[in-house]
């Protein structure tokens, strides 16, 4: 009887190895860099969301809501002065919750703002306020 073994040797097994960790070490890099790219503009979008959501706010109350209303004026109407006479009863932002930033914290706000009427914005990636690169501040003043 003539039996012939098909399957793969452990040199070409090692080459399929290698080739794969070469890519890797190539691709990894440009793809991590690319992560925190990513949580900024989504961070970014989510402070013109909120922006535009505070811009309907305001609309239908005649004024923002203020700091310590905060945000969650956008999701249940806000005791305290002034008062959302016309809050709409679905609230501002899609679904019943605010969004947390890209990096897990809440967005801040501020009424009146340091930078405009209001600044809504995230810490960046180090939580802290100010910051560089990744850890800068993302906020509405960047807009427009």
């Keep these: 009887m003539n039996t012939k073994q098909v399957g793969f040797?452990?040199?070409?097994?090692?080459?399929?190895?290698?080739?794969?960790?070469?890519?890797?070490?190539?691709?990894?890099?440009?793809?991590?860099?690319?992560?925190?790219e990513a949580r900024v503009t989504a961070a970014a979008a989510d402070v013109s969301m909120l922006s535009q959501s505070l811009e309907l706010y305001r609309l239908d109350n005649h004024s923002?809501?203020?700091?310590?209303?905060?945000?969650?004026?956008?999701?249940?109407?806000?005791?305290?002065?002034?008062?959302?006479?016309?809050w709409n009863p679905q609230g501002y932002v899609g679904g019943k919750s605010l969004p947390k930033d890209p990096w897990?914290?809440?967005?801040?706000?501020?009424s009146p703002g340091a930078q405009s009427a209001y600044d809504v914005y995230s810490l960046g990636a180090d939580g802290k306020q100010g910051g560089e690169g990744y850890n800068a501040d993302v906020g509405n003043w960047e807009e427009g």
Aim: negative net charge.
């Design 104 to 110: 897990g914290n809440d967005y801040q706000y501020l």
């Design 9 to 36: 040797t452990l040199i070409e097994i090692m080459v399929v190895v290698v080739i794969i960790g070469v890519l890797i070490g190539l691709v990894a890099p440009n793809v991590l860099g690319r992560v925190d």
């Design 64 to 86: 923002y809501p203020t700091t310590d209303q905060g945000l969650m004026a956008l999701v249940q109407k806000p005791s305290g002065s002034p008062a959302a006479k016309n």
